[in-house]
């Protein structure tokens, strides 16, 4: 198959790559559509750095078709469509079957591999290549495990509900499953990017009374507001802090940090009130410091990874949301581009001019 592969420093290039058969427990799917999602450029910033193990597929946001299912799939037959999901819960552990299969123990990137079997894929020279994130999307197939493969119905379409696989899910549900958002309540979202824009949508289902946004990209006001927000704050003009406690009269529920960055973590937890919620939705690799006593006041810090998804259950249900016009991804498509220009996805996805790019794959 054809696959954009990630070795290093250099761009990523197009390149023959062979894939084995699926193993028992093992889905073979026909990449229809993936989504550019920043956590695919921390992977390439990674092999700037040196620190890259493998060459790598890279892609974890997809839509496809089942070409082949392994012995023992009972969920999913040929000729299904399904969202991939990154992060598959074995619905065995203590974390599964303590209902929280978003943390589950026996999938974690970047440990988790098939049977616990060595990559599956190999490039033309016979050496093996990694799936990025779990699923390898920049590709014509990705083989995944069962348990990180949801059937949805046909007549949604892939190059849409693939966002479903990772900012759908993460976003709204940081707002309906983690913090469990109540009618209502008030709310801000720092940071309007693929998973931001779900908050605030999620924000929306949730029956919010305002849902503030806070970005230093002043076209995020138009974009926000398409998703359910109702004030945009530009944090590259005014402190976010001072002004989502001066819009909320200091009384500002819940929080969503969704950039990844220590600072603005802890402007989250600056700007709830007393008894509030800061919720961190990105990646944060560096440290948050923030003053103790404000416990003192029963403030929250919480952290949210992929939406505290059900998966099998909230996947099918975000399909719906978007077939019955209550979530919007038509606004989220801000390019679809063939699989070669991922480069120029990645690009596009630095400069903030696009929400999501969607790559199709060719072959
Ligand atoms: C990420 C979260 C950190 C691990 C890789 C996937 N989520 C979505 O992009
Ligand atoms: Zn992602």
């Known amino acids: ?34 989504g550019v999602c920043h956590s695919d450029y921390h992977t390439v910033n990674r092999a700037k750095a040196g620190a890259l193990p493998a060459p790598v597929i890279l892609g ?14 009972m969920s999913v037959v040929e000729g299904d469509h399904v969202v991939c999901a990154f992060k598959p819960n074995c619905g065995a552990c203590y974390f599964c079957v303590r209902g929280q299969p978003q943390i589950c123990e026996r999938s974690d990137y970047p440990d988790r591999l098939f049977n616990g079997s060595s990559p599956r894929l190999r490039d033309e020279g016979g050496n ?98 398409k998703f359910g927000m109702t004030d945009f704050v530009n944090a590259a003009e005014v402190d976010a802090v001072e002004e989502v406690r001066r819009l909320t009269n200091d009384r500002l529920d819940y929080a969503f940090e969704a950039i990844g960055l220590g600072r603005t973590s802890e402007q989250a937890f600056g ?61 989220l498509v801000s390019k679809k581009r063939p699989m070669p220009e991922i480069n120029e996805a990645f690009a596009d996805m630095m400069a903030g001019t696009v929400a999501r790019s969607v790559m199709e794959p060719v072959g």
């Open 1 to 34: 198959m054809r696959a954009a592969v990630l070795r290093g420093p250099e761009p990523i290039s197009m390149e023959d790559i062979t894939l084995d058969e699926p193993r028992a427990g093992e889905v073979l799917v026909r990449v229809v559509a993936c």
């Open 60 to 73: 974890h946001e997809v839509g496809g078709i089942v070409e082949a299912v392994g012995p023992g799939v």
């Open 128 to 225: 093996p290549v990694q799936q990025g994130i779990g699923v390898g999307g920049y590709a014509q197939y990705s083989l995944m495990p069962e348990r990180g493969v949801v059937k949805v119905r046909e007549d949604a379409p892939l190059d849409r509900i693939c966002l479903v696989g990772c900012g759908v899910t993460t976003g709204v549900g940081a707002a309906l499953r983690t913090a469990k958002v109540e009618a209502g309540s008030d709310v801000a979202v720092i940071g309007l990017g693929g998973v931001g824009l779900n908050v605030v949508q999620g924000a929306r289902l949730a029956g919010a009374r305002r849902i503030i946004g806070v970005d230093t990209v002043a076209s995020k006001a138009e974009l926000g507001a």
């Open 271 to 331: 700007m709830v009130r007393r008894g509030g919620t800061a919720v961190i939705v990105g990646v944060v690799g560096d440290s948050i410091t923030i003053p103790g006593l404000a416990f003192l006041g029963e403030k929250r810090l919480i952290g949210s990874f992929f939406g505290s998804a059900k998966l099998q259950y909230d996947i099918p249900v975000y399909v719906d949301l978007y077939m019955d016009g209550k979530l919007n991804l038509d606004d």
